[in-house]
């Protein structure tokens, strides 16, 4: 059963970088289109980047501001997300997820179990 792990969440200080890492474990079946969410409790889960499987498309969310860029290594089965200018209002927790298609829908398909990122000012 395919698994998506994420790793690499952690406390900073505003104005820090972070990566965030999304490890696919045990069998896929044909391309994986993924994308990063994230979640404040009592809020919606929010969209913050996709990449296709070809990495030829990638797509932010509007609070994004360039300070975000996913991307992946298809042979290492993970996809990143490297986070800088870390602001208080990033604090989260970041869901790795893998998508359907189309992709302007971004809708998750199978979802991490989640890991927390800490923006301190």
């Known amino acids: 059963q395919m698994r998506l792990i994420e790793s690499g969440g952690g406390s900073v200080q505003a104005g820090d970088s972070l990566r965030l890492v999304c490890t696919i474990s045990?069998?896929?079946?044909?391309?994986?289109?993924m994308a990063w969410f994230r979640q404040v409790p009592g809020k919606k889960r929010e969209f913050v980047a996709l990449i296709n499987w070809v990495a030829s498309r990638t797509d932010y969310g509007p609070f994004v501001n360039g300070r975000f860029t996913i991307s992946r290594d298809n042979t290492k089965k993970m996809v990143f997300l490297q986070m800088s200018d870390l602001r208080p209002e990033d604090t989260a927790v970041y869901y790795c997820a893998t998508l359907r298609r189309p992709l302007m829908d971004r809708e998750a398909d199978e979802w991490g179990q989640g890991i927390q990122v800490t923006v301190s000012s």
């Open positions: 045990g069998p896929t079946y044909g391309p994986l289109d």
